[in-house]
């Protein structure tokens, strides 16, 4: 980040302090998990360097949000209590919202965008919540969530442009300092910036030699562009799977203090995100959805940052848990894509006895393992003597992947990736 953009119009508008977290945390208090801290020996090796995972996807309802979501509603005066409250959410806030207005006795409205993932619907209301669908995105869900509140007076509890919820959200960096007072660098997955500032403001108040990285999702980029202008700046599209932290403009308050506190801002790819979820399943045992695991995938993604990530400990914050089961079986399969341990192929082999179970019998001389075959006899494509065998692998990683598709088409047979 450059000295123009960390002195920029936004640093003087910065309204939460050090003592606002503090004060946030006995608001709290056992309300949050103090959620604990895993080493990563795994990605050690990738880096060199001692490196944590902050396993905020063990939290309270799946994440991060009921940190800054209490402490806005807990704040609200007997009468705004009493109107209840409305939140927009592709599915975290709305569950932190929905389980802190239960502890507080409060009615909570949610709006969600529409495909918004079935678990996190149903846990919001499990949590007591009514849910509504707007929009196709956080943002144009909140301007549902807007009406709602000037419609009936309900007070909106928004995901993260709040003092009180950057607040919240910065207790888990209070956490952090303890169990990693050695922390050199920490690395945030951020969406709107909420969990970013707070964290970010309280690592720089009591360490100002750590370095902060937040990482967002290259489809959902709105932060590297907007400090930049020294401003928010709406992004026009979004493209990413991990909803939880696809949001299209940075909220004021927070992106004042990710100006003034945040040392660099990364993105990732689909791709490292789904390896990283895939690696923190096999390798951490930790169940976490793809915006979670962006500061893993940036580990993964940029290893070569040598300024950034030379020293340690590193941490890097799982952010949240709640992820849709068939999204995960899809976004796994797509992990072990991209680490070459999947393979899906079409073979095109003659019609005739024999042939496929030569096919079979060659992929097994190569060790692999045939999860599913299917045959494809209709196609103009396909000769009138020829059948298509669509075939999903599992692959023992690139050089075996690579390996099997030339023995293929060494044996003379037709081979195309799918």
């Not at 709105?222 to 990413?240: D, F, H, K, R």
């Not at 979820?277 to 979670?292: D, F, H, M, N, T």
Request: glycine residues 10%; negative net charge.
């Amino acid at each position: 980040m450059t000295p123009e953009c960390r002195r920029g119009i936004y640093s003087a508008r910065v309204t939460v302090t050090l003592a606002d977290v503090h004060a946030a945390r006995q608001v709290l208090g056992d309300v949050a998990l103090v959620t604990p801290i895993q080493r990563s020996r795994w990605l050690e090796q990738v880096l060199g360097v001692p490196v944590r995972l902050k396993c905020e996807n063990l939290q309270r309802a799946g994440s991060f949000k009921i940190r800054g979501a209490y402490v806005r509603i807990s704040r609200l005066s007997p009468e705004d209590r009493a109107a209840g409250v409305v939140a927009a959410s592709a599915g975290n806030h709305a569950q932190g919202v929905a389980l802190a207005a239960s502890l507080l006795d409060t009615h909570a409205v949610v709006f969600m965008p529409n495909g918004a993932p079935i678990p996190k619907e149903n846990a919001t209301r499990g949590y007591g919540a009514e849910v509504h669908f707007a929009g196709a995105s956080i943002d144009e869900a909140l301007v549902s969530a807007r009406a709602y509140a000037d419609r009936t007076g309900a007070v909106l509890i928004h995901p993260f442009d709040h003092a009180d919820v950057v607040a919240g959200q910065g207790t888990l960096g209070l956490e952090l300092l303890e169990q990693v007072p050695d922390a050199a660098t920490v690395v945030i997955p951020c969406g709107g910036g909420g969990l970013l500032a707070g964290v970010a403001l309280v690592l720089k108040a009591s360490r100002p030699d750590v370095t902060v990285v937040g990482v967002q999702a290259e489809g959902a980029n709105s932060y590297q562009p907007s400090l930049v202008a020294g401003e928010p700046v709406p992004l026009a599209s979004m493209s990413t799977m991990a909803d939880g932290i696809a949001v299209g403009r940075p909220g004021d308050v927070p992106f004042a203090s990710v100006a003034t506190h945040v040392d660099e801002m990364l993105t990732v790819s689909e791709e490292s995100m789904s390896q990283a979820l895939l690696l923190l399943l096999e390798r951490a045992k930790q169940v976490v959805e793809p915006g979670g695991a962006a500061a893993v995938a940036a580990l993964l993604e940029h290893r070569d940052r040598a300024d950034l990530f030379c020293n340690g400990p590193v941490v890097a914050v799982l952010s949240g848990g709640n992820i849709d089961p068939l999204l995960m079986m899809q976004v796994v399969r797509h992990g072990l894509a991209a680490a070459g341990r999947y393979l899906s192929i079409t073979v095109t082999i003659p019609d005739r006895p024999g042939q496929l179970a030569s096919l079979l019998t060659h992929l097994g001389g190569a060790k692999v393992n045939v999860l599913d075959v299917v045959h494809q006899r209709v196609s103009a494509a396909l000769h009138v003597d020829e059948v298509a065998v669509a075939l999903q692998l599992e692959t023992r990683g690139d050089p075996h992947r690579l390996q099997v598709l030339s023995d293929l088409r060494n044996a003379g047979f037709v081979v195309a990736e799918s």
